[in-house]
């Protein structure tokens, strides 16, 4: 089945920027996303990309895709100690979203 | 806030009871999902409801199901509950049937925490 994959951690100081990676398994995706979970909090779906496109800029937040090598990447410009919670990226396959397993942001002053 | 709503916030029940969470979708969405999150699976698809028709089923256990109403909400019943179950529940809605495209994203409801003893 289509499989989603993440790092699991990753830890930035303050001001520097961030570079979340994702690797997808499906080849015929149309759209795929980067939701944000705060701690006890739901999912806040931050950007999306359409599979058509390289790259989407988003005031802080770039979203580069590589469909060739079915990689997908957020960098948060600017990163700021309310950028720390976990983002999952995910890719809509057939009436569903599949999610990777989240990566956990933590950002140090 | 997303719009959506789900009750209750938490859940604490005994393994063998059952358990039903409640979800409102945003004001207008015909579609709603169940998403189970848990330290073990992760974050998984459950099943998919669309003006009150089931449309895609993702891992849902045989003692869950879910229905949505004529106004729209939707309930997801869980039974036979056992320590496994213990998990955050969240419900998505979406204007349309179909959820994955740039104009109808789907936009989730802050969860149901349910622990099972």
């Known amino acids: 089945g289509e499989d989603v994959e993440q790092s699991l951690f990753l830890s930035v100081r303050e001001g520097d920027s961030s570079v979340i990676n994702c690797t997808y398994t499906?080849?015929?995706?149309?759209?795929l996303y980067w939701y944000k979970q705060e701690p006890g909090a739901g999912l806040q779906l931050l950007t999306y990309i359409f599979s058509n496109m390289d790259m989407k800029q988003d005031q802080r937040l770039t979203v580069l895709l590589n469909k060739k090598d079915k990689h997908l990447s957020l960098r948060i410009a600017d990163t700021q100690t309310g950028d720390s919670a976990i983002y999952f990226c995910a890719d809509y396959n057939t009436d569903k979203l599949i999610f990777g397993t989240g990566t956990r942001l933590q950002v140090f002053p | 806030d997303s719009g959506v709503t789900q009750t209750p916030k938490h859940l604490i029940t005994a393994t063998g009871q059952r358990v039903t969470l409640r979800c409102s979708p945003r004001s207008g969405d015909l579609s709603v999902y169940w998403y189970q999150q848990s330290l073990d699976q992760g974050l998984q698809f459950l099943i998919h409801y669309y003006n009150g028709e089931e449309r895609a089923k993702g891992n849902i256990l045989e003692r869950f199901s879910a229905q949505q109403f004529p106004d729209l909400h939707s309930e997801l019943n869980l039974s036979s509950l056992e320590l496994g179950d213990s998990a955050l529940y969240f419900c998505?809605?979406?204007?349309?049937?179909?959820?994955?495209?740039?104009?109808?994203?789907?936009?989730f409801g802050p969860g149901t925490r349910l622990t099972v003893l």
């Open positions: 499906d080849s015929s995706s149309t759209y």
């Open positions: 998505a809605s979406s204007a349309s049937i179909s959820g994955g495209y740039s104009t109808d994203t789907q936009y």
